[in-house]
C-alpha cells in the first residue's frame, strides 16, 4: 500500500513546527508592544508638586523684581547724567548724594554759564526756630531725608505739615544765587519747572505752601510760585504782581495711592504769554497769560533781608515758607530750564489742545514712576 505524500507549504511548516512553543493567551511574544496599565496620581501628589512650584516662584520673583527695579535705577541714572548736560538746564536737584547732610547740590552741569549757576543755586536748610540758621536739629535732618525717592533705596526730600520740618526753610547756599538764575532767566524769556511730587490723599484737604516760591525783593510779588496742591488746586503763578491774577494758571489737584509719584511741569513762554500745566506728559491747562507786561525785566535780584521780610534772606525758597508751613509731600527731582520744552499745543485761537503730550515731559515720566 502506497502511502500519499502530504506536502506543506511554508508557512504552514513554520506555524506546525512552533505549535509547541505558542505562548500562551495573554502573554505578549517577543518584540510585541506591552500597554501598561494607567497609574493615577493621588490628590497628595498634585499637592506636592504645586507646592514645589509655588516655592520656586517665591524664591525667582522677588529676584526678578529686584533686578527689574535695579535695571530702572540704572536706565533713570544714565537719563539723569543726560539731562544735567542740556544746554537749557539751570537747576537740578536729585538728591542723589545728598543723604543726612544739610546742603542739597545742584547737578546742573552745561548752561550758558557753568562757571558759577550750579554751585550758587546749591540749597541749604535753614531753622526758622534758630534765628534762620543751618539747620543742626538730627531731628529735623532725620525727618527731612526719611523718605525714598521713586526708587528704593534713593533719598528724597519730604515735606509734609507735621513734625520738626515745620520750621525748615531751604533757600540758596550764596545770597546771590537766586539772582544769577533769574539773570539767565530773564535773558531767555522762558522757563519750564518739572518737579516730582508724592501726596498722600488725606493731605490734599490742607492748605499748604509752596514746592517753588519766588519774589521780588522791594515787593514780594510772586515771580515765581507753583502750589500742590492749594485748597484742592494745582497753583502755576507767574509774577503775579499782586491782584494781577492774570498770570495764575489753575487746575484740580489729582492724586492717587500713597505709593504713586507724579511728574508735573509747569512752562512759561513770556514771548507770547502762553503759560502750562503737564501731569505726567499730559497737558492739562493752558491760559494765555500777559505777554510782554512781566517778562521778569523788573525782577530785583538782590537778596532779601531777614529783618524785612517774611520770605528769608534768598528770592527763592523750595519746599517750604515762612509763615505757611510746609508743601504737601515728598519731592524728588527738581529741574529748572530757561526755555519751555513744551510743544505748540494750543490753537491759534490760543485754545487748549487736550490730551497732547509732550515729548521730553514724557520721557521723564516713562524713567520710572512707580
Known sequence: MQHAIVTMRPWAQHSAMHDHVRPAAGIPRPGQFTRRPRVAYTILDLL???GIIALLVSILLPALAKAREQGRYVRW??????MSMDENIAVQYTFQNDRGGTSLCNMAAANHDPTYLPNSMDLTLHDL?????????????NYFWSADGRFKGKPAASFLNTGASNNMVVYPSRPDGSGMLARLLRKSQAITIAVWIKVPPVQSIYQFSSVVWWTDSRSNYRVINVHLPWGGQTVWDTYNAGPALANRLQTPFVYGQD?????????????SGLQKIYLNGQLVAAAAADAGAYTWQDFDTSPISASDSWQGPSNFTFGSNIGYGSCAGTVDELAIFD???????????????????AVRFLQMYQMGSN
Open 259 to 271: 505709593s504713586q509719584w507724579s511728574l508735573w511741569c509747569f512752562t512759561k513762554d513770556n514771548h
Open 77 to 82: 541714572q544714565a537719563f539723569s547724567r543726560d
Open 129 to 141: 526756630s534758630n534765628g534762620m540758621a543751618t539747620v543742626t536739629n538730627p531731628d529735623m535732618i
Open 339 to 357: 526755555a519751555d520744552l513744551s510743544p505748540p499745543d494750543v490753537t491759534p485761537s490760543g485754545a487748549m489742545l487736550p490730551g497732547v503730550p
Open 48 to 50: 506636592v508638586v504645586t
